[in-house]
């Protein structure tokens, strides 16, 4: 049953499910008011002392615990006035506060998806270059400065091929003589854009070049070349699952507003055109 | 030597590789410069490439920053240092040019956590009628947005935060002990040892009364260590403004945890000269004894250059210096509360402080001004930013827009700082020899670091008794400096014969920026009266120039086209490499060498906006400028 494996419909169905139950426990008097009656009862009281007790330390006294319950009935009666007068509409206070709680209400069914290693492994063959680890190079290099003649370059190149000593070859740099396995951003970081393109497409041990760096012309000998690999989602399990659950929790919450949206018909100037 | 022995090594063992063509890996590995073994990397004692970084940035869960709108979080400030493409908290997609190799993110520890919970209207925070107005502030956006954040800035530096708002985001409060935890796992998640050091660190915002004494801490260590203790604040009763309480702090950490840990001041031009001290601190103590010890102990470094100002020199104080001038903020202390008078100006600049340094080490035996330079961004985005054409600003409200330079930084009855007066620097280079945080952490003890006021500059700088001319022709600079010398950050090894100490300086630009215009020494020392010098000599610079007759080279020209904010390497250098000793030297005097590089100029970051928005900029406005790079000092003390 491949299908009910699918996160999108696992959120639909356990979300389906919350909205059911929220509805079954909302208390009546949430949708059919009655104003005539409010009623405190013993657990209410209790949330109320419990409340008092973890702010203080301490449980309240009688005359305490007797303000707690005015003050709770005074709450209850002016909210539900100031409903009946429209107050709670418009305030980005109250506003804020429920698209929040309906945002915690998707994250928290978001969160509770538990995805298997199948669902992992596909996540991960989806956006492999991600995971990728660069391709590493380690390399000598000889600088010739920012426009040698050919025939320097020649000479040069003739030279190191040769294995004669170069101590003498090259200007003096600050730029290293040798990198080691080094990933091509680092590569470039030091001499310069497209610098690593250069040195990954030749011939290991080899002098070759011109090369142009960021600062001009060298010659180079290619140690090693280690190329990109993605690796095994054992090895990055927790990196991917963390990605997995990013982009899920984004996907479902767009879905379920999007669900939500379809209820309304929205209407609204066209702003797509140029911008002013 | 060292030339003489890497030939005689080469004779040997040229023959035996004759033939070995056919096993490419072998004749690779043999390496053609044969003063290396087999293996070419077995003897890397050196560093071999600067590991850039910033040591200061914030992210939504700073009080400041987070009341500014900003929404990112360390997640999302990580990547973005890593090199990764992130959408900012006012929508535009961003990215570094290049990444860096580490960062310290440095949240403000007073009333950590609280900006999220502001922004999300939690309870906690609307019940206090000072919160709720804040939150109105926030939700409504804009200026009046601005004006809530401003009014927690100044409610936080003039210490009027609502009580029951503190007790909630103070050590003790469980918001504020998860939200460390949260800063602490955020950094372990993106720390990759030898690809990306991310250290877990925090700003400890010190600013009695407006005067900016903040420091940022950074450790060596990760969770297990960093998650026994909270950080400290500076609110009381939680906290102190005064550094003692930072510095016990610091024992106790090291104490209890066995990790390690440095301070870092910056922005001494904010502090109304209360940075430096030399006599009385701001706190009422003396500079004494313990003060230099404590000091000296635990702030090796110091972030000479940030968005709020470039601190190395002040042209009040050095008069003779043509490049002092370099976007100096020098109206007033942090919230202008109290304006700047000259007098302040020596308490508050990295070359003064150093000079500063000598002076107390004659009294004291200990010097407490004996730092490293470093640069950082300071920025409130969560985003890294410190180059020209990628500037992102301060905070959130001054992100990339067509009116952002309008907004002040700062603007009362006292003074203002204009919007386009932000600097966009800088970021730290260290010379370490592995990309981790026991490397990196290690190189800021020894203060093997330097400062950039954001371009990528390479910078050698060694200190000896024997360099030569004919050490500037070695392809193996590093081997030579750190073979017949020392490295910046450090003490010159005790004299030898009669002459003057000699400096291996070696200055590369930016692979993607502009042309050196010249490299400097700077020079400060104790006289025999016991007053405080300094001098700036040139000791390399581009285009063949002539000194002039004041003993200047003079000015490399500027190519820079301020309508399409471009310029061309067409003047300046890219490389400068020189010996230079010191032809004033006294072998009795205390003193220090810096190096500053310096680049031809280049547009400033306003430019970028003019050209990408259109917009007009102020009449006096300063559209170009040359970048910099600044060395950690090499000291010089006398025999006894």
């Known amino acids: 049953m491949r299908v009910l494996k699918e996160p999108l419909l696992h959120f639909f169905l356990i979300g389906a499910a919350i909205f059911v139950w929220f509805h079954i426990i909302a208390p009546e008097s949430e949708n059919v008011e009655d104003i005539e009656k409010i009623t405190l009862d013993e657990d209410d009281v209790a949330l109320l002392s419990a409340r008092f007790e973890a702010q203080w330390k301490r449980p309240p006294s009688d005359a305490e615990l007797k303000a707690l319950v005015d003050a709770s009935i005074r709450e209850e009666v002016l909210v539900r006035e100031a409903r009946k007068l429209g107050l709670d509409r418009g305030d980005p206070l109250i506003r804020t506060r429920l698209s929040q709680k309906m945002d915690y209400l998707t994250e928290a069914i978001a969160t509770s998806i538990v995805p298997n290693d199948e669902d992992l492994e596909v996540f991960l063959q989806e956006n492999a270059e991600r995971y990728a680890t660069p391709v590493m190079v380690a390399f000598h290099q000889v600088f010739l400065g920012e426009k040698p003649g050919e025939a320097e370059i020649e000479n040069a190149l003739a030279t190191l091929r040769a294995k004669q000593d170069v101590s003498d070859l090259g200007g003096s740099t600050l730029l290293p003589a040798s990198m080691p396995l080094s990933a091509t951003r680092v590569i470039e970081s030091v001499f310069g854009g497209g610098f690593s393109k250069g040195i990954t497409e030749v011939e290991t041990g080899r002098w070759t070049g011109p090369i142009q760096s960021g600062y001009g012309i060298h010659l180079v000998q290619v140690v090693a070349i280690e190329p990109s690999q993605t690796p095994p989602l054992a090895e990055i399990h927790d990196a991917v699952l963390r990605d997995w659950r990013r982009e899920m929790s984004e996907a479902l919450a767009q879905a379920q507003y999007d669900t939500l949206a379809e209820n309304y018909e929205i209407v609204a100037p066209d702003l797509s055109g140029p911008a002013k | ?640």
């Not at chain 2, 493409?85 to 990215?95: E, F, K, L």
């Not at chain 2, 009855?413 to 007066?421: C, H, M, R, T, V």
């Not at chain 2, 990408?612 to 040359?626: F, K």
């Open chain 2, 1 to 640: 030597m060292f030339r003489k022995s890497a030939c005689i090594i080469s004779l040997v063992l040229v023959p035996a590789v004759v033939g070995a063509d056919a096993v490419p890996s072998e004749d690779a590995a043999e390496g053609l410069f044969s003063d290396q073994p087999y293996s070419p990397y077995a003897q890397r004692t050196f560093p071999e490439r600067p590991l850039w970084g910033d040591t200061h940035l914030h992210t939504g869960l700073s009080l400041d920053a987070g009341a500014f709108g900003n929404t990112l979080l360390p997640d999302e400030a990580w990547r973005f240092a890593k090199g990764e493409q992130v959408i900012s908290s006012t929508g535009q997609p961003v990215r570094l040019s290049r990444p860096l190799d580490w960062m310290v993110l440095t949240d403000h520890t007073d009333l950590m956590g609280f900006a999220p919970d502001l922004q999300a209207g939690k309870p906690g925070v609307l019940s206090d009628p000072k919160g709720l107005e804040w939150y109105e502030g926030y939700k409504a956006g804009g200026e009046e947005a601005g004006k809530a954040a401003f009014d927690i800035i100044t409610n936080f530096s003039q210490m009027t935060l609502p009580e029951i708002l503190l007790e909630s985001y103070s050590p003790g409060a469980d918001a504020f002990a998860f939200t460390w935890e949260s800063i602490v796992l955020a950094a372990e998640r993106h720390n990759d040892p030898g690809t990306f050091t991310a250290f877990i660190g925090f700003e400890w915002t010190s600013v009695p009364k407006g005067f900016n004494l903040h420091r940022n801490v950074m450790l060596r260590d990760g969770p297990i260590r960093a998650l026994q203790m909270v950080p400290p604040v500076t609110q009381p009763p939680y906290g102190d403004t005064d550094p003692k309480a930072l510095y016990a702090w610091l024992e106790e950490y090291q104490e209890k945890t066995g990790g390690r840990a440095v301070a870092f001041a910056h922005n001494g031009n904010l502090s109304n000269g209360w940075m430096f001290p030399t006599e009385d601190t701001y706190h009422g103590g003396k500079v004494d004894e313990d003060y230099v010890a404590d000091r000296a102990k635990w702030e090796p470094h110091y972030e000479v250059t940030q968005i709020k100002g470039d601190g190395e020199a002040h042209p009040f104080l050095s008069p003779d210096d043509e490049f002092a001038d370099y976007e100096n903020w020098d109206v007033g202390n942090l919230d202008i509360t109290e304006l700047k008078t000259d007098d302040m100006l020596a308490g508050e600049y990295a070359r003064e402080a150093l000079k500063r340094g000598l002076m107390l080490e004659e009294k004291f035996g200990v010097n407490p001004y004996k730092f490293g330079m470093g640069g950082a961004t300071d920025s409130h985005t969560s985003l890294a930013t410190a180059e020209e054409d990628n500037f992102f600003g301060k905070s959130v409200s001054v992100e990339p827009s067509a009116s952002r330079i309008k907004h002040p930084f700062i603007a009362n009855d006292l003074g203002e700082i204009p919007g386009d007066l932000l600097v966009a620097s800088g970021y730290t280079a260290v010379w370490a020899t592995e990309n981790t945080r026991a490397a990196i952490f290690d190189a800021f003890k020894r203060r093997e670091t330097y400062a950039t006021t954001g371009p990528r500059i390479g910078l050698r700088f060694f200190g000896g008794w024997d360099f030569s001319e004919a050490d500037v022709e070695t392809r193996f600079l590093a081997n030579v400096g750190y073979t017949k010398g020392v490295p910046m950050g450090s003490d010159l090894r005790p004299r030898e014969g009669e002459a003057a100490p000699s400096f291996l300086i070696a200055a590369l630009r930016d692979p993607v920026g502009a042309n050196l215009d010249r490299v400097q020494v700077i020079k400060g020392w104790l006289d025999s009266e016991g007053a405080l010098q300094e001098k700036v000599y040139d000791v390399a610079w581009s285009d063949n120039r002539e000194v002039d007759q004041n003993g200047k080279v003079p000015a490399v020209g500027n190519t820079v086209d301020v309508e399409t904010a471009s310029w061309t390497n067409t003047i300046g250098t890219a490389e400068l490499v020189t010996v230079w000793s010191d032809p004033d030297f006294d072998p009795n005097a205390r003193a220090f060498y810096y190096v500053r590089a310096i680049e031809i100029p280049t547009p400033r970051w306003i430019l970028y906006d003019k050209l990408r928005y259109g917009i007009e900029l102020p009449e006096d406005a300063v559209l170009t400028h040359q970048e910099r790079a600044y060395s950690s000092p090499i000291w010089y003390t006398p025999a006894e």
